[in-house]
């Protein structure tokens, strides 16, 4: 469930990966997929930045889409819930499977990777410690992670083929 590191550099590890887990929820993945379309429109960020923001929206929409149909499906308790995991963050809801922090991070690293692919592997280093942060902090198992994570790909890739 959760990996531990030593008492001494708790707190500041906590915090760091509190801080990463962020990066995936609702507040930083839309706000990277909607305010570069708006600031394109307005002609304060580039065409190609725009096009990032918006194919990342698609990919976010309908991988959120399918988390939630699988979340509400398999109906997995969290790791608090499931095998009584002490947490070390909010948990968004009940369900755990899959991941929709590590899925949104993933949508928006594909969304970005697949107009600037030179980007590619630091985005998506980005989006798996996203994931990391959420085994690390006890609110997901380590498959909620892949899952969430092969969703967003998935759908990113189908993306890509159109």
């Given at each position: 469930?959760?990996?531990?590191t030593?008492?001494?550099?708790?707190?500041?590890?906590?915090?760091?990966?509190?801080?990463?887990?962020?990066?995936?929820?609702?507040?930083?993945?839309?706000?990277a997929?909607?305010?570069p379309?708006?600031l394109?429109?307005?002609?304060?960020v580039?065409?190609?930045?725009?096009?990032?923001?918006?194919?990342s929206?698609?990919?976010?929409?309908?991988?959120?889409?399918?988390?939630?149909?699988?979340?509400?499906?398999v109906?997995?308790?969290?790791?608090?819930?499931?095998v009584?995991?002490?947490i070390l963050?909010?948990?968004?809801?009940?369900?755990?499977?899959?991941?929709?922090?590590?899925?949104?991070?993933?949508?928006?690293a594909?969304?970005y990777?697949?107009v600037f692919?030179a980007?590619?592997?630091?985005l998506?280093?980005?989006?798996?410690?996203?994931?990391?942060?959420?085994?690390?902090?006890?609110?997901?198992?380590?498959?909620d992670?892949l899952?969430?994570?092969?969703?967003?790909?998935?759908?990113?890739?189908?993306?890509?083929?159109?």
């Open positions: 469930m959760r990996w531990v030593g008492h001494d550099a708790r707190r500041g590890v906590v915090r760091g990966w509190r801080t990463l887990t962020h990066a995936g929820g609702a507040i930083a993945t839309l706000s997929s909607i305010l379309p708006l394109a429109a307005i002609g304060f580039s065409h190609a930045l725009a096009v990032a923001g918006q194919r929206f698609v990919i976010l929409a309908i991988s959120h889409a399918l988390v939630q149909l699988v979340k509400r499906t109906s997995r308790p969290r790791p608090s819930l499931g009584g995991c002490s963050a909010s948990e968004p809801d009940r369900f755990s499977f899959p991941s929709g922090h590590a899925a949104a991070a993933m949508s928006i594909m969304g990777a697949l692919p980007l590619a592997v630091p998506c280093v980005i989006a798996v410690a996203v994931g990391l942060s959420r085994v690390y902090l006890g609110v997901h198992y380590p498959g992670v899952v969430g994570q092969l969703l967003a790909l998935s759908v990113g890739i189908g993306l890509a083929a159109l």
